[in-house]
Structure formats: structure tokens, C-alpha cells
T-cell receptor, first 116, second 114 residues
Framework: DAMVIQNPRYQVTQFGKPVTLSCSQT?????MYWYQQKSSQAPKLLFH???????NEADTPDNFQSRRPNTSFCFLDIRSPGLGDAAMYLC???????????????FGAGSRLTVL | AQKITQTQPGMFVQEKEAVTLDCTYD???????LFWYKQPSSGEMIFLIY??????QNATEGRYSLNFQKARKSANLVISASQLGDSAMYFC???????????FGQGTRLTINP
């Protein structure tokens, strides 16, 4: 089945120790997103790629970076994790929203980050 | 700017009853789409139903229907004949036509009691 796979599902890191989360997709979607979801809160968009074009949200801290080496893979790098970065990180994909249509986002199962 | 409001932090419903989850939105866009997602405790966001702002009929997908009232800017999710497996967080979300960004509400935690 075509899907979005996130690794690792659970990541524990120490304060200030860099961490990388990965996302892969077999849907061949042009757009890939990274959302941050803290406990009992709404998912918050960090950034997204439209093909190789990177789009950063204005309020995304510089501590968060992303790479998309090819259509299938996207990485989220947290350079110096703080306690406030503990959250679920959700990757999603979609086709570009051209014309009129749902262009549903397909999500992975998420990577839960714990910062000690 | 777009804003989604879900006023029910939690709801408790008996199995087999129908349940309505509220969602109101605010936008200056004329064309937009409204989405509902389900998030079980495992964490994955599962797409349930979609309504376009120019769709004249309310969307339905199996046991899910969307009660869309454009003038009131509301897009409530109705789940008929609830099941234990419906227990989860439910998020209402919105995207302007042609935009990449999907904006989420705060969510409603639904618990189905046997």
C-alpha cells in the first residue's frame, strides 16, 4: 500500500543533542509537510516543500531545519533540542492544490520526541 | 488569516448513539475547503471527510456527514451509530483554495462508552 512512513516512531534525546527525524513516501506526492504537535494541542505547521521549493513558516524557530534530497524522502533536523521541543512530529504529503479539489493531506504515524 | 474553533474539549457518548462535533471557522477567503481528521492514541491523523465552500450538498462518507452552514461559518461533523473504535481526538481543519497550508482547530476528544 502506498503510504507515509516516519522513523523513528519514538526518539529520546538529551538537551542540546541534535536529532534527525525522517519521512518517506510512496505516493509520489509533490508536497511534503512537517507539523509539530505538542500534548493536547493542534498540529502546527513548521514548513513544507513543494518539490524542491522550501517554504518556512514565519514563526518556525531557526533551531528547526529540513532537507528533501528527493521526492520520496524528507528530513527534520532539530539542531539543539530544548525541553520545549518535546512533541509529536507529523509528516504529511499531498498533491499540489491545483484547481478545485480536496487535495487531502496523508499523514504518517508520527515521531514522538522526548527531550531529557 | 484563517482560524478554526472547536469549543468542545471533550465529549462522552454512549455506543450506538449519534454525536455531533462542533467546528466554526473564520476566513476572508471566498474559496476554501474544510476537513475533518481523526487521531487515535497511536498518533496517526486519519482523513475522514471534506467539504468545499462551494459544494451545495453536505458531504457524507459512510457514518460520517458534515453539517455545513456557510452563513454561520460552521462545519460540524456528525457520526451516526457511534462505535467504541470511534474514541479518538477529532480535528477540524481548513485550507484556502490553492494554498498549501492546512490550519487545524484545537480538537475534541471523543470517548464512546459501552
Amino acid at each position: 500500500d502506498a503510504m507515509v512512513i516516519q522513523n523513528p516512531r519514538y526518539q529520546v534525546t538529551q538537551f542540546g543533542k541534535p536529532v534527525t527525524l525522517s519521512c518517506s513516501q510512496t505516493l509520489n506526492h509533490n508536497v511534503m509537510y512537517w507539523y509539530q504537535q505538542k500534548s493536547s494541542q493542534a498540529p502546527k505547521l513548521l514548513f513544507h516543500y513543494y518539490d524542491k521549493d522550501f517554504n518556512n513558516e514565519a514563526d518556525t524557530p531557526d533551531n528547526f531545519q529540513s532537507r528533501r534530497p528527493n521526492t520520496s524522502f524528507c528530513f527534520l533536523d532539530i539542531r539543539s533540542p530544548g525541553l520545549g521541543d518535546a512533541a509529536m512530529y507529523l509528516c504529511a504529503t499531498s498533491i499540489p492544490p491545483t484547481g478545485w479539489g480536496a487535495n487531502v493531506l496523508t499523514f504518517g504515524a508520527g515521531s514522538r520526541l522526548t527531550v531529557l | 488569516a484563517q482560524k478554526i474553533t472547536q469549543t468542545q474539549p471533550g465529549m462522552f457518548v454512549q455506543e450506538k448513539e449519534a454525536v455531533t462535533l462542533d467546528c466554526t471557522y473564520d476566513t476572508s477567503d471566498q474559496s476554501y475547503g474544510l476537513f475533518w481528521y481523526k487521531q487515535p492514541s497511536s498518533g496517526e491523523m486519519i482523513f475522514l471527510i471534506y467539504q468545499g465552500s462551494y459544494d451545495e450538498q453536505n458531504a457524507t462518507e459512510g457514518r460520517y456527514s458534515l453539517n455545513f452552514q456557510k452563513a454561520r461559518k460552521s462545519a460540524n461533523l456528525v457520526i451516526s451509530a457511534s462505535q467504541l473504535g470511534d474514541s479518538a481526538m477529532y480535528f477540524c481543519a481548513m485550507r484556502a483554495q490553492g494554498a498549501q497550508k492546512l490550519v487545524f482547530g484545537q480538537g475534541t476528544r471523543l470517548t464512546i462508552n459501552p
